[in-house]
């Protein structure tokens, strides 16, 4: 008995210390202050995060700053362009004023430039660059999300919404269109393999930096894909050390806002009786006298929610470092049955076997679900007031007019029985061999795989307008994409005292290929089955496609560079493209770029003012790849001819062939 109480004793006191502990762990306060330059001038935009969260704000045009919540033993970091990151320790004060001091290691910071890295300050072409800490800032779903207003000369436009970004419009624009019918779209690269996947696709949170392509000396170094830009995307890796676990997440709610102001069934009432008088019909008038008029817009939305929750490990020895990491997202959007659910995984890996030899893998796999179908929304907006969307059971009407069955029921999507998801594998490795005997040449082969399988099916039963039209409406299909890609590449690269040259020797192989099926059918017996009662269908078509293009390319680039004042750089590419025509299969892209530091002259005498002054000229032919695999040759397409009394296959031009678009 008295060991029991005893315990007891011990247990209260553990509780109450917990308790206690947690208390004083909760205990939060607001801290402001003000921001000033090295020159007590007031910095306005600097970002203001306790370090490890989300609660964060920005300084004002006098440099001021408040932010709440902060635990009394948070650390305060201070970030800004052109100035070193700076920590402050709250250590439970309620006013921090802080003094940013401008960076003085920009200029020689290493940036991706495409097939290899260049100092920052070496650069002759117009490239922007976009940092882990820009990427960290905020809880960025998609890529594009960070990109947008971050780097000057790349717009992003998003012109509708949805619960994933397969459901909405975003463009993506580099300086602008550079063609009327061609595609626009900038050419994405990852971990130096070029990447025709979407954006989405890539996880935020595994991205160590980003780098845009922007003028036609830089991009020309990719040839027939350059016109539109380039997006160099690196992702992170381990570093020597103990393993280190991160884990990011957030949940947020999202709400409606700035909806349409649309009659009620009062206002509809009196504005047709008044419009078009005697337009009335029965069901309008039984409505508007019970008083039972609906909001559409109120059926179909709701609150919208989003999670995402990030876990990574990453560390290394001497010789091998790792980055792994896993990611879940889970959104709902506005619109009822607007869900979308993807789950990723990657693992980065390099290896240094021997002093002279390193391999490595960059390597993803994602699910992704966007299964359900919204109501259309089109007709939600437009749909009469005065009509009923459930019938006595509780059941969606088909026709919620009754006397005009050419309005079908905005909500009937969601009960569509959809099925759409996806799944990909990606796959870059690489064999890195430092050429003995000769300082600063290196050979390095990437292989790079990309598969990808999309999955729908689609079935519209007796209780949709088109399944009770059709006596049930069926979609299925299935897509399978693969892409291959190998690069191999000579490199160059050494400093002779103020001297600095390099050179990249490049011949790629690159070859997609987009096999598919679908079939249609409708005339149900039953809805019990779905689509999986296809073959019991009165009617049914089958359909089948298949793509394939191949891409070779030779690339040779030269950089010269004296004392970081004088430099130079000339790029020639070769690409031959599959889907160019026959006189124009081989295309030819030079470039030529010249560059002068000023800021590092003698005689410049204002370098306390100003870090970087550079004078830049360049010339350069980029192409635009936006040509389909069989775009150039003649086509023909199928006809049934009436022989007598049956019918049979035949074949009549439909696309004449342009052997010179290149």
Known sequence: MKQFKHYLQRLSFLVLALLLSVGVFAQTITVSGKVEGENS??????????????????????????????????????????????????????????????????????????????????????????????????????????LQGAIPGVSITQTSAGASSSNSNTEMLIRGRNS??????????????????????????????????????SAAIYGSRGANGVILITTK???????????????????????????????????????????????????????????????????????????????????????????????????????????????NIDTDISDWLSIGT????????????????????????????????????????????????????????DINDAYQFISNNYLQVDIPYIKGLTYKINAGTRVRFTNRARYEGRNTTSGYENQGDADVSRTRYTSTTIDNMLNYSREFGRHTVGFTGLYSYENDKRSGNSLDASGFPTDVLGWDGASQANYINPGFSFSESTLISQMLRTNYSYDSRYLF??????????????????????????GWNIANEDFFEWKDLVNTLKIRVSWGQNGNQAVGAYETISRLSTRNYLNKENTAPGYIPSKLGINNLG
Do not use: C
């Not at 709250?90 to 097939?115: H, N």
């Open 237 to 347: 890796g381990g570093i020597e050390g103990a393993p280190q676990i991160s884990y990011d997440g957030y949940y947020s709610i999202q709400k409606i806002a700035n909806l349409p102001d649309l009659m009620n069934g009062e206002e509809f009432y009196k504005f047709k009786t008044e419009r078009e008088p005697g337009t009335i019909t029965q069901s309008e008038q039984e409505i508007y006298d019970n008083q039972e008029w609906v909001n559409w817009p109120d059926l179909a939305l709701r609150d919208g929610m989003s999670n995402q929750h990030n876990l990574s490990v990453s560390g290394g020895t001497k010789n091998t470092n790792y980055y792994i990491s896993g990611n879940f997202l889970d959104v709902q959007g506005l619109a009822k049955n607007d869900d979308y659910l993807k789950g990723s995984t990657r693992i």
């Open 362 to 417: 960059r390597t993803t796999i994602s699910y992704e679900d966007f299964s359900g179908v919204s109501p259309s929304f089109n007709d939600v907006f437009w749909m009469n007031p005065l009509t009923k969307p459930y019938d006595e059971d509780g059941n969606l009407t088909l026709y919620p007019w009754e006397e005009d069955p050419y309005f079908s029921n905005p909500l009937e999507g969601i009960l569509v029985e």
């Open 569 to 594: 750089t000339f790029t020639w590419r070769r690409d031959g493209y599959s889907g160019f025509g026959a006189d124009t299969k081989w295309g030819e892209f030079p470039s030529i770029a010249l």
């Open 180 to 217: 009327i019918k061609a595609g626009n779209s900038p050419l994405v690269v990852v971990d130096g393999v070029p990447y025709g996947g979407q954006l989405r696709d890539i996880n935020p949170n595994d991205i160590q930096s980003i780098e845009v392509l922007k003028d036609a000396s």
């Open 41 to 146: 001038k007031p910095l306005p935009g600097v970002t203001v995060v306790e370090k490890g969260t989300q609660n964060g704000t920005v300084t004002s045009s006098e440099g001021r700053y408040t932010l709440s919540d902060v635990s009394v033993d948070a650390v305060l970091q201070f970030s800004f362009i052109g100035m070193r990151m700076k920590e402050v320790p709250v250590e439970g004060k309620t006013s921090i004023d802080v003094t940013m001091q401008a960076s003085d290691i920009g200029l020689d910071e290493v940036v991706v430039v495409g097939y290899g890295t260049q100092k920052k300050s070496d650069i002759t072409g117009s490239v922007g660059s976009l940092s882990q800490e820009r990427l960290e800032m905020v809880p960025n779903t998609d890529v594009t999300q960070a």
